[in-house]
């Protein structure tokens, strides 16, 4: 065999190598320029936090008083590394199953000390069913550019303990907020280095969700009332604490929660918000959607855009891609296959039928790095790639030999020639 031979050989194998190890840390070549991994290493911690006395929505009845139980939620905890760390590492979780065990490969090391220095934190709200792992992509993408970030495993919400759906409904704004007071009274290594002050929340559909709650959009009448079209709202009225208006929904919105990113959001196409309750919503907003999500659904999404008039607001939409738009990591190898207990292949949970996924967590890297830079760090430079031309197919790529940009230049920020396709960005501010 011939030596270029050779080296297409190689080269054709390299998906396949990388595909086997599942990868969650991949930056591809043509990802925009604020994908690229930071300058520290990462580590990781799991950690449990246990919230005494939480209501349990579980096993709630009409007629009962509220039972209390402790509830325990693990996470991952990524964060900067202390200098000469060796990074990567694995982590060993489950399918969409619950059942069927994987190894996830990243660039994070296990109990690394951490870096000197103060970081702001960001919360990673996975949905319903997730696990902590689900977006581990972004968490360790941002922690290596320095940030706290931890990714939760909510209960009732996992792949191994998937609940009825109400215990989300009232626990997942809760969680958020008491994973944000658990960080700040960590009195560790890590809670040295956490700032607390500067927080955002990153939620995915149901973490959206829970992320708009928290955020200050109280939910509606409908939503509370267990009547259509919302009908999920559990007994003995329990979702009435995030009504809109509400001292308990006031006392929920935290001033430390600086930015939020809301990933697919669930609950406006149930009437789970209304324009009022949206407008309540104060801090600076991300909207990140595929057009064809038909689980969210798309124009519902729109709505929360339109109607979070209280805030400078972006929409991100990739074109055709339906509810996994951005946040999932890369399906993992062994979800190819039929799971016999769900029917279906665990494929699909992960992936996209159209947009690859690596890439679509490569546009999300770049993104809410430049959000959570510029309203978690004061980072002003980072306003330029969030001001951009609306369809990313309208950008003109107009540069002198050298690459200077010339007067006609409206190409996306951060992304090269050819490589913003599919995509839209809009921006609408306070009213």
């Given amino acids: 065999m011939k030596f270029p031979t050779i080296v297409a050989a190689l080269a054709a194998g390299i998906p396949s190598l990388l595909q086997a190890e599942n990868r969650i840390d991949l930056v591809r070549p043509d990802a925009p320029a604020l994908a690229a991994h930071g300058d520290y290493t990462v580590g990781v911690r799991t950690m449990t936090f246990t919230d005494p006395g939480r209501i349990d929505v579980v096993n709630a009845t009409e007629d009962g008083a509220p039972l209390r139980y402790d509830r325990n939620i693990t996470v991952e905890v990524w964060y900067p590394a202390a200098e000469g760390t060796q990074p990567g590492g694995t982590y060993q979780t489950v399918l969409r199953d619950g059942k069927t065990p994987v190894t996830l490969t990243g660039m994070a090391a296990r109990d690394a000390a951490p870096a000197k220095g103060s970081f702001p934190l960001v919360l990673i709200s996975h949905g319903y069913p997730g696990n902590r792992y689900l977006m581990s992509h972004l968490g360790e993408n941002l922690a290596s550019k320095g940030f706290v970030t931890v990714s939760a495993d909510h209960p009732d919400s996992t792949y191994s303990d998937l609940g009825v759906f ?17 960080m700040a009274a960590l009195e560790d290594q890590i809670g040295a280095i956490t700032d607390v002050e500067r927080t955002g929340v990153v939620g995915y559909s149901m973490g959206g969700y ?90 519902a999404i729109r709505e929360i855009f339109h109607e979070t008039i209280g805030t400078r607001r972006h929409l991100l939409t990739f074109a055709s891609a339906n509810h996994n738009a951005a946040a999932p990591m890369p399906a993992p190898d062994n979800s190819w296959a039929v799971s016999q207990s769900l029917g279906w292949a665990p494929f699909e949970h992960y992936a996209d039928a159209v947009w690859d996924t690596t890439r679509m967590n490569n546009i999300l890297q770049h993104f809410t790095t430049a959000f959570l830079d510029l309203h978690l760090k004061g980072d002003s430079d980072k306003a330029r790639y969030l001001s951009l031309v609306e369809a990313a197919e309208d950008g003109v790529w107009a540069t002198s030999e050298d690459g200077v940009p010339a007067a006609a230049h409206s190409y996306w920020e951060g992304f090269s020639k050819r490589s913003a396709k599919g995509l839209r960005f809009e921006t609408l501010e306070a009213e």
């Fill in 210 to 299: 829970g992320a708009l709650i928290y955020g200050g959009a109280g939910l509606s009448q409908t939503a509370v009332s267990r009547t259509e079209p919302a009908a999920y709202a559990p007994p003995e009225e329990l979702l009435r604490r995030h009504l809109s208006g509400s001292a308990s929904h006031g006392d929920l919105v935290d001033p430390r929660v600086k930015a939020v990113v809301a990933i697919g959001p669930w609950g406006r196409n149930r009437d789970f918000w209304d324009a009022q309750g949206l407008a309540q919503f104060k801090k600076p907003l991300m909207l990140v959607a595929g057009s064809a999500d038909d689980v969210s659904e798309y124009p």
């Fill in 166 to 182: 109400g215990s989300t409904l009232v626990n997942r704004p809760i969680d958020q907020a008491f994973l944000v007071d658990s």
